[in-house]
């Protein structure tokens, strides 16, 4: 990586002296200044470290339980008159993003203030008689199960995904593995 960055450096000084040839001798750089560009373009270029992406052995437990995240999806309510199952998992956002995207959302980021592909996440579904959240499908299409995740630090609503009669369950849930520390 060193040898790319000085190697660009490089390439810019020679850049440079070209274009600055083109204009005039008047013009020019002195023979100082292309000293001092090449000594530039020798010096180690600085390249950050990449951030650090959690993975299952660094996920600490979250701030909200399973069962507190679960307990807010109470049957009874205009969204869901009736359920018949719920279950949460605690998960990393990018891993959601590709389960969801096999199921047919396109939905991905922005991501909220704080959190990216990275993120730790509970990811609740829940089937049965389910009213979304914007009213936009007609009474006989309702969705059978819906899927929404939720901020595992602070609890906030993140999004939400809706399947139409695609079944009782979403395919393939028991695969997205559940990176709750609590479960292992």
């Known amino acids: 990586m060193k040898?790319?960055?000085?190697?660009?450096?490089?390439?810019?000084?020679?850049?440079?002296?070209?274009?600055?040839?083109?204009?005039?001798?008047?013009?020019?750089?002195?023979?100082?200044?292309?000293?001092?560009?090449?000594?530039?373009?020798?010096?180690?270029?600085?390249?950050?470290?990449?951030?650090?992406?959690?993975?299952?052995?660094?996920?600490?437990?979250?701030?909200?339980?399973?069962?507190?995240?679960?307990?807010?999806?109470?049957?009874?309510?205009?969204?869901?008159?009736?359920?018949?199952?719920?279950?949460?998992?605690?998960?990393?956002?990018?891993?959601l993003e590709t389960w969801l995207a096999s199921l047919g959302d396109s939905s991905s980021g922005p991501y909220p203030p704080g959190t990216g592909p990275g993120s730790i996440v509970w990811a609740v579904v829940v089937a049965g008689e389910i009213v979304p959240d914007r009213g936009m499908w007609m009474r006989d299409r309702y969705p059978r199960w819906e899927v929404k995740w939720y901020n595992a630090g602070t609890g906030a609503f993140m999004g939400a995904f809706w399947a139409g009669n695609q079944g009782d369950w979403p395919p393939d849930w028991e695969a997205l593995p559940d990176r709750d520390p609590g479960r292992r």
């Open 3 to 95: 040898e790319f960055a000085t190697g660009c450096t490089l390439v810019l000084c020679v850049l440079a002296l070209v274009a600055c040839d083109a204009a005039g001798p008047s013009k020019g750089p002195t023979p100082q200044a292309i000293e001092q560009l090449v000594v530039a373009a020798r010096q180690p270029t600085p390249v950050s470290a990449p951030t650090p992406v959690p993975t299952p052995s660094t996920i600490s437990p979250p701030k909200h339980t399973r069962e507190q995240i679960l307990a807010s999806r109470q049957a009874g309510t205009p969204a869901y008159p009736r359920l018949d199952r719920k279950e949460a998992k605690l998960v990393m956002l990018d891993e």
